[in-house]
């Protein structure tokens, strides 16, 4: 994410950018007057180079004093001290280098006090970040992303006078953020984020005059944001990011003061209270915006907004209410949106029709009007406007059309669901092999679930599953939501399923339709199959969602691989759920925005897996905590009982149906209905000639119906 800004954010690294090119894919020369180099390197400082390069797993030739003069890609000398008679290293551009495996070498780190950037970014580099890297004066470039380091983050870099860019972001780092990063003065870039780091943000950063990039996204971050991060340059400030933490509290509205921000990321914490939209909406170079899981009693868009330059719009599940504001259609630049999960209402603005957008997301609203047929034209790759109220004239989108999802489900057809049975459940246990084919656990035979669309009703019609949401990445998309992962080295537990499972971008809910009332366990069972691998960095990968059966959240910020104890490992969790009158049973996985948050749209090569974000789930099964079938039930010791006291009648009933009696006869008999007499013709009356409108049930006693007597009886 770093690089893909810099050249953006701080043209003054245009050239250090094309040195750091020429180092990747050639040699940088040493610095030189053109005296031979040889001998000028001191023994100490190439003893140390040498010891440094093997462990970081360096497998050529043997570093000497006269290494300055040979060919070695990403090492740079400087031959011009003391005269140009004596050289020392000052780079080493180590960057995607797959046979660097190792460690830094911290002792053989100190012995190199000239060195003015390190970059080992994009290798497989173990162990932790030395704390003698602190000791190194002259570093002003510190480029470690995309390893696997862990441990804390040194307190001594906070002793670096001149280090101007630090970017430790997707490793494995945990601990607290050293508050000494604050003494930092000339820092302009800091990238932390992708690791899993704790602890609240350390005030202290205020301080950074200079810091024009913080990304601190997707760690375990908590508290409020800092009242004195309002002391960062307005001006110079330009990418901010704390998305995917657990940051509490207001956003703050001095966020809006912060008027050269070009990106804007608090997506998937634990905001509360209404957004400062009105202030945020007008920043004026603002391109990316994403907003999300924000808990409020809500509010409306502003009145007026301006945002000329906005190309990623995302302000999802904040509780918006009120309709859509006709401004977003002078947003030109305009080509991602995404207001999903809000309470929006209204139709769709027709001023929207002047633009021209890659996605657009408006799922889970109560958004209603005919959609206009300018739509499918005006949407490049995607749409969602799943679960809402719009209608669809004959002359309007068809299902499919410009990759619109307008079909089932919407807001009418999940309030059908529920009527669906009509009062007349079938089943008592629901079994789903989530993702994969037809199988037998425990059994049990699990129904395939492999279909990748957004909707899919089973065949026997018993369940049916939804999916929203996007990936973010061009190089996935519905085809993914069933992930066929070569699990490798998985436990027993987690081959029952097989090897694919259900994956979901955002919003995932299965339906079990017609099931009787009462007591159900519920066992959800998961494995982290997709962020596994150390080749792409998904092994860095942090899945979060949360859990809702019946519409209670039962797991909140789950995350399978810390509870499974790692990749590839089952782990099952189980619930109990009441099914009521209506018989339709919910099981409702959701990403609210936290662990992995990759920004939509930004084509990534290394990290792309990380997009496969959201839900991830391998199989369901519903079972009944009570019997059916066998025994006698209270319900069926009833029917007994209402059997015995209503058999005469039935068979007089039977009787007139056949027209074995006479009319007279219908008078004449009588039977006692809780101790009170009723002729046949009252009770015939009462059931409308037995009715099929006053039909209550049906039963393994016959067709029940409902007789309104005399005596409210």
Sequence with gaps: MAKLYLNKLFPKLVPSLAVL?????????????????????????????????????????????????????????????????????TRLELSSREYLTGQINATALTSLDYLEKIDLSNNQLHGSIPVTMGSLSSLYYIYLSRNFLNGSIPSSLGNLPSLEYLILNYNMLSGQIPPELG??????????????????????????????????????LSGELPGNYSNFSSDQL?????????????????????????????????????????????????????????????????KNASMKEIRYLMIRNCSISGEIPPYIGDWSSLKYLDLSFNNLTGRIPDSMKNLNLTKMFLTRNMLSGTLPPWLPHKIEDKADLSYNDFEIPNDGPKKGEGKLNISEPNRNSILDLKNKCRGKPKYNSLYINCGGGETVVDGKVFEADSATLNYHLAGRKNWA???????????????????????????????????????????????????????????????????????????????????????????????????????????????????????????????????????PGISYSSTAALSL??????????????????????????????????????????????????????????????GKPFTLKQIIDATRKFSPKMEIGRGRFGIVYKAELPNKV
């Design 238 to 302: 330009v990418f901010f990011s704390v998305s995917g933490n657990r940051l509490t509290g207001q956003i703050p509205r001095f966020i809006a003061n912060w008027t050269g921000l070009y990106f804007l990321s608090l997506c998937g914490n634990d905001f509360e209270g209404e957004l400062p939209l009105e202030k945020i909406l007008n920043l004026p170079i603002l391109e990316y915006l994403f907003v999300s899981d924000v808990r409020s009693s809500g509010f409306p868009f502003p």
């Design 21 to 89: 090119l020429l180092c990747q894919f050639g040699y940088v020369a040493s610095q030189s007057t053109g005296l031979s180099n040889s001998n000028r390197l001191p023994e100490g400082e190439a003893k140390a180079l040498d010891e440094l390069m093997t462990t970081l797993g360096w497998g050529f030739q043997q570093i000497s004093r006269s290494s300055c003069d040979n060919y070695f890609q990403g090492i740079t000398c400087n031959c011009t001290y003391e005269n140009s008679t004596v050289c020392h290293v």
């Design 613 to 674: 974000n959201g839900p991830l789930v391998s199989g369901i099964s519903v079972t009944a905590n009570f019997k059916v079938g066998t025994g006698l039930s209270p319900s069926q010791i009833a029917g007994i009982t209402a059997g015995s006291v209503f058999a005469p009648l039935l068979l007089l009933a039977f009787m007139w149906k056949m027209g074995w009696l006479r009319k007279s006869e219908l008078d004449e008999l009588t039977i006692e209905v809780q």
């Design 183 to 220: 003494n930092l003065s000339n820092l302009r870039l800091l990238a932390l984020g992708f690791n899993e780091l704790s602890g609240q943000l350390p005030p202290e950063l205020g301080r950074l005059g200079s810091l024009g990039y913080l990304e601190l996204g997707s760690n375990n």
């Design 465 to 599: 599953y939804s999916c929203s949401g996007d990936f973010g990445s061009k190089t996935y998309d519905s085809s993914d939501y069933i992930k066929n992962v070569d699990c490798g080295v998985c436990d027993s537990a987690a081959t029952q399923f097989n090897t694919p499972t259900r994956l979901c971008p955002l919003s995932l809910t299965y339906y079990g339709f017609c099931l009787f009332k009462g007591n159900y366990t519920v066992k959800l069972y998961f494995a982290e199959t997709v962020y596994q691998t150390d080749e792409d960095y998904s092994n860095l990968g942090k899945r979060v969602f949360d859990v809702y059966i019946q519409g209670q959240r039962e797991l909140k910020d789950f995350n399978i691989k810390e509870m499974a104890g790692g990749t590839n490992k089952a782990w099952t969790a189980n619930f109990t759920a009441h099914v009521g009158d209506d018989h339709l049973l919910t099981i409702h996985f959701f990403w609210a925005g936290k662990g992995s948050f990759q920004v």
